[in-house]
């Protein structure tokens, strides 16, 4: 390059007139050369003195490189600035920048400074370090490292054109040439991204993980991937990214471990604290949260995605199906990839008057920002029919305090209308109640079996039914392969009207699928709606959730609203209905601090900012008792 600059120059003072009269060609070859010496490789080599400006110094190109054809030498000076022309975008970025220093001797003194300047990205003159010069060998090329903030890491991966850098140097006098070479990032892949793996060692009871305020994964105590090492570099992207790990515990003793390597260095170890996972019982909810800064700088750029709704209304918005806690309009941050992002549209006027929607898009991030109009499209239909079988059993032999046990004397007789009583609950509580607080994703299918006539249902103790004898007298285990649920109907009135003695004071969800309901909590009702059918209907969605689908649910799962922030009436909703339907939505948020014994401040209309909701929503999106 060096021989071509001189010809030309050359060719120009001997026929000036030429280059004066007819200045396209040369002109055009002069451009050509000029942006081969300005390339970044050739700039950050210190391959041509003229591709930096120095002040304070005689500059000069010396054979004596630590790479490349040259090196850049300073003379006759104590202190110098260097500052590189003007570079493109450049690849390869990391979190460290370093360059070469050979001095002629061993500085009893001296620093060098470097400083990074990208008007067009925001970054003017910043400061990256100082390193000492004091005692480097003689005559020896010694790396010299500074470290580049995130937010310049992420400008670095953009696009711009006017990219500076400069270096101060400050030595005693010398005569003598100092050398200058190879300014680069330090651990660049050329251009390849950045592989990231996670490995976690335990998963005593579940670990979220999440990267960048987005939940990417629940683990579960058990599964196959926990002490493996698995790819999740599609969760990073350039720059800084928080990974955040949080250990939840269901009950008994917590563990967890959890590693992260980038481009196989280990850049994440921790294990949760003995203080805390020792074999010992701790509490149920967050165990241990933590957060690290992790910084994968040659992994593709992070590309905004700004969700809109139309409306009024703002709407509730998930990636992925889970809730991010953001309403629209919002702006994500995200790495390329392929992402569901959802968008949730309901209102409540209490008791009855829900509405609910949930619009849903296929989005593909790639290397431009994504605008999403969530309401462009139509919202999703229903997604998920459970079929509900109600099976009436005409006698309940209720339990007799003076007894100890069941007894014929104190038998409940249901009737027909007491079947009817149910039916139009159900019906009434799907369709506005549990139908809109699934934004419209889930619905209830009913049918009535004929009535078990001749196995009576047994209280044993008080409050204590034997559902097990009754499924095995009646031969109803069949049912389940017909129906998602079953639900158990049996009356808490004598033929005459009159309460049994000793009334049942508990409806009860069990095995999975399963209900059992009396008329104690039929009667009564006079807008239909039945706050307890819907609880115990949200019990089986509750156990798919958590042994199916091994996700969490929350300090005491569907009992867990005081421990949450939400009582009774609540938001003016009826019963726990506010409750309820922020967990049909997976919008309850669980804190840090929250516990079983503890009861939460109210939380008000919404949940809190958390980055932690948890609820049922993937059940009905999804599907229950999906084979």
Not at 27 to 38: K, Y
Not at 366 to 373: K, L, M, R, T, W
Not at 426 to 452: H, K, M
Not at 485 to 504: L, P, W
Request: one cysteine or more.
């Amino acid at each position: 390059m060096r021989r071509v600059s001189f010809m030309i120059t050359t060719s120009c003072a001997l026929v000036l007139g030429a280059c004066a009269q007819a200045p396209d060609a040369d002109e055009q070859l002069i451009d050509q050369v000029g942006q081969a010496l300005t390339t970044p490789a050739s700039v950050l080599g210190f391959e041509s003195p003229a591709d930096w400006t120095v002040t304070g110094a005689t500059k000069s190109a010396s054979a004596d490189s630590s790479q490349g054809a040259s090196a850049l030498a300073l003379r006759s000076f104590n202190f110098a600035e260097l500052r590189s022309a003007p570079l493109s975008t450049v690849s390869g970025v990391t979190s460290t920048l370093a360059f070469d220093l050979k001095p002629p001797v061993s500085p009893a003194f001296g620093t060098a400074q470097l400083y990074v300047d990208i008007p067009s990205r925001g970054v003017h003159s910043v400061y990256l370090g100082q390193v000492s010069l004091a005692g480097l060998a003689a005559g020896t090329y010694a790396p010299l490292s500074f470290s580049v903030p995130a937010s310049v890491v992420t400008a670095l991966q953009q696009t711009y054109s006017d990219l500076t850098f400069k270096i101060a140097l400050n030595v005693p006098h010398t005569t003598v040439d100092y050398l200058i070479d190879n300014l680069r990032f330090v651990g660049g892949t050329s251009g390849v991204p950045s592989k990231v793996e996670l490995r976690l060692s335990d998963a005593d009871d579940r670990i979220a993980v999440s990267v960048g305020g987005i939940q990417r994964r629940m683990f579960h105590f058990g599964e196959s991937d926990l002490g493996q090492r698995i790819d999740v570099s599609d969760w990073f992207g350039s720059g800084a990214n928080d990974l955040r790990v949080q250990l939840l515990n269901t009950g008994g003793p917590a563990s967890a471990g959890v590693e992260l390597w980038v481009d196989d260095a280990l850049v994440v170890s921790e294990s949760c604290p003995a203080t805390l996972c020792n074999g010992s019982d701790v509490w149920q909810g967050i165990v241990w949260d933590r957060t690290f800064s992790v910084s994968t700088p040659n992994r593709p750029a992070l590309q905004p995605v700004t969700v809109t709704a139309q409306g009024a209304t703002p709407g509730e918005v998930y990636v992925n199906d889970v809730f991010t806690g953001r309403t629209t309009p919002t702006t994500l941050s995200l790495p390329p990839g392929d992402y569901t992002i959802g968008v949730g549209i309901g209102s409540e006027l209490p008791p009855a008057d829900y509405t609910g929607s949930f619009y849903e898009q296929d989005v593909t991030v790639g290397s431009a920002p994504v605008n999403i109009d969530a309401t462009a499209s139509a919202p999703l239909g229903i997604q998920e029919v459970t079929r509900i079988a109600i099976l009436p059993i005409r006698n309940s032999i209720n339990y007799v305090s003076s007894l100890g046990r069941a007894d014929a004397s104190n038998t409940g007789v249901l009737f027909e209308e007491d079947v009817d009583d149910l039916v139009a609950q159900a019906e009434a509580t799907n369709e506005q109640w549990f139908r809109p607080l699934s934004y419209g994703l889930a619905t209830w299918e009913f049918e009535v079996l004929p009535t078990i006539e001749d196995v009576p249902i047994y209280e044993q103790t008080h409050d204590g039914w034997d559902a097990t004898r009754f499924l095995a007298e009646a031969g109803t285990a069949h049912l389940a392969s017909q129906y998602d649920m079953i639900v158990y109907f049996f009356s808490q009135h004598r033929a005459d009207g009159s309460s049994v003695d000793d009334v049942c004071n508990i409806v009860w969800a069990f095995d999975g699928t399963n209900v059992g309901f009396s008329t104690s909590y039929t009667s009564g009702k006079p807008d239909l709606l039945n706050a307890e059918f819907l609880h115990e209907v949200m019990h089986n969605y509750e156990d798919y959730n958590e042994n199916a689908l091994r996700l969490y649910n929350g300090i005491d799962g569907l009992h867990g609203g005081h421990q949450h922030g939400y009582y009774d009436n609540s938001n003016g909703e009826v019963n726990f209905v506010h409750f309820y339907r922020h967990l049909l939505r997976g919008q309850v948020a669980e804190l840090g601090g929250m516990r079983t014994d503890l009861q939460w401040p109210a939380i008000g209309a919404v949940s809190p900012s958390s980055d932690l909701y948890l609820g049922f929503f993937p059940v009905l999106r999804h599907g229950y008792r999906v084979p």
